[in-house]
């Protein structure tokens, strides 16, 4: 079966660093996004990662490990305005297909 | 704004009623996507169009769901007789179409039967 597991939520301080896991169960993998969410509002792409290894963007890096079936978002310097859901997807063989998480609530608190 | 628009943002409708959502694609874009989003959960893909053609549609959808673009640009996604299970908000997405791209999602429409 095809199955994307991460952290329901998670809470972390102004200024802090947060590490956001998601893990993979797919067949024909391709890659994975990330997109965050505020509420009430549409998911806005975050990263795409199709080779292992650690990207950076700014305060927002993503890792991928194929063979683990593993990836993660990484948050430095954390805002407020960060305060969202974080949302993985992995990307199948075919050319549209996405399998989505469920999503992690990041609390930011001061 | 030449993002994805979505119409209406919030629909109330009666069980049994019928509804019809409307997309407006980033116009450059071929590939569109509807999505179903319910609380604390992630996107639950319904549909994809490649132009006017409708290439894949979910299992999990009823034949109460029907989608079309017909000329290629704007889409829209019509739910007969709705149940109160169809609460949820419905998400449109469109991409280029070339290899991976990112999707570009409009603000959705959040429908709730009662």
């Known amino acids: 079966g095809q199955n994307i597991d991460q952290p329901t939520e998670m809470t972390a301080t102004e200024g802090a660093i947060v590490q956001i896991n998601c893990t993979y169960q797919t067949s024909g993998f391709n890659g994975l996004f990330w997109y965050q969410q505020h509420a009430g509002e549409a998911p806005t792409f975050l990263s795409y990662n199709v080779l292992d290894g650690l990207e950076e963007k700014g305060r927002f890096s993503s890792f991928l490990s194929r063979s683990k079936g593993y990836s993660y978002l990484l948050l430095k310097e954390l805002q407020m305005k960060d305060s969202a859901s974080y949302l993985c997807?992995?990307?199948?063989?075919?050319?549209?297909?996405?399998?989505w998480g469920a999503g992690t609530k990041l609390i930011i608190k001061p | 704004d030449t993002g994805v628009s979505q119409d209406p943002r919030h629909k109330i409708t009666k069980r049994g009623q019928n509804v019809t959502f409307r997309c407006d694609p980033i116009s450059e874009h071929n590939r569109l996507y509807w999505y179903r989003q319910t609380l604390g959960q992630g996107p639950e893909f319904l549909t994809y169009f490649q132009n006017e053609a409708q290439l894949e549609k979910s299992r999990l959808l009823s034949d109460r769901f029907s989608a079309e673009r017909p000329k290629g640009s704007f889409s829209t996604l019509e739910i007969q007789r709705t149940e109160q299970g169809d609460s949820a908000m419905y998400l449109c997405?469109?991409?280029?179409?070339?290899?991976?791209?990112?999707?570009?999602f409009g603000q959705g429409t959040r429908l709730t039967v009662v």
């Open positions: 997405a469109s991409s280029l179409d070339a290899g991976v791209t990112e999707a570009f």
């Open positions: 997807a992995a990307h199948m063989d075919s050319n549209y297909q996405l399998i």
